[in-house]
């Protein structure tokens, strides 16, 4: 299963990527059989096929995504930070899909960031999610190592002045 976020934003080029006749086709060449698509505030809603190329499922907004999250095969995510430590931490396989139309275009330092680092395949932008569906698909994605919360908790204790315990 593919799941797609967008997050709590609006991302419709890509939604309309990824409901695309030629990204299912593709999708299905690569064995995906279903496609989860998560379009938060946007307004393009998936098409219905007949017959259809993958069982697919669509809707805006959700408390939590973890259930899509931990039963996808793929994510495909925009490059929003927390969708991104979100996969990474349920040790998904993740394909980032930048927003170029985003102020200063942000995104895409973390989603360069990450995949020089072999965590996640890219897009630079939504009609390159063709290439990076195939990169996705055979990519060798390094672990997501875990937080290390300790100089968190030492700067607090310090700044409150507490000692540790035990």
Not at 19 to 48: P, W
Request: proline share 7%; aromatic share 6%.
């Amino acid at each position: 299963m593919i799941f797609v976020t967008v997050g709590t934003t609006s991302f419709d080029d890509l939604i309309k990527e990824v409901d695309s006749e030629s990204f299912q086709k593709q999708a299905k060449e690569l064995g995906y059989t279903r496609l989860v698509v998560q379009y938060g505030r946007g307004s393009h809603r998936m098409c219905d096929r007949e017959p259809p190329i993958l069982e697919v499922e669509s809707f805006d907004l959700k408390p939590s995504l973890e259930d899509e999250m931990s039963s996808a095969s793929l994510v495909v995510s925009h490059a929003g930070a927390g969708s991104i430590i979100e996969a990474l931490r349920q040790n998904r396989r993740l394909l980032v899909v930048v927003n170029p139309s985003l102020m200063d275009n942000h995104q895409l330092e973390l989603a360069e960031a990450m995949y020089r680092r072999g965590f996640c395949a890219m897009a630079a932008e939504p009609h390159q999610l063709p290439a990076a569906l195939a990169e996705a698909a055979k990519m060798q994605m390094q672990p997501y190592p875990p937080a290390d919360l300790r100089p968190w908790h030492k700067l607090l204790e310090e700044t409150c002045g507490v000692a540790p315990t035990g």
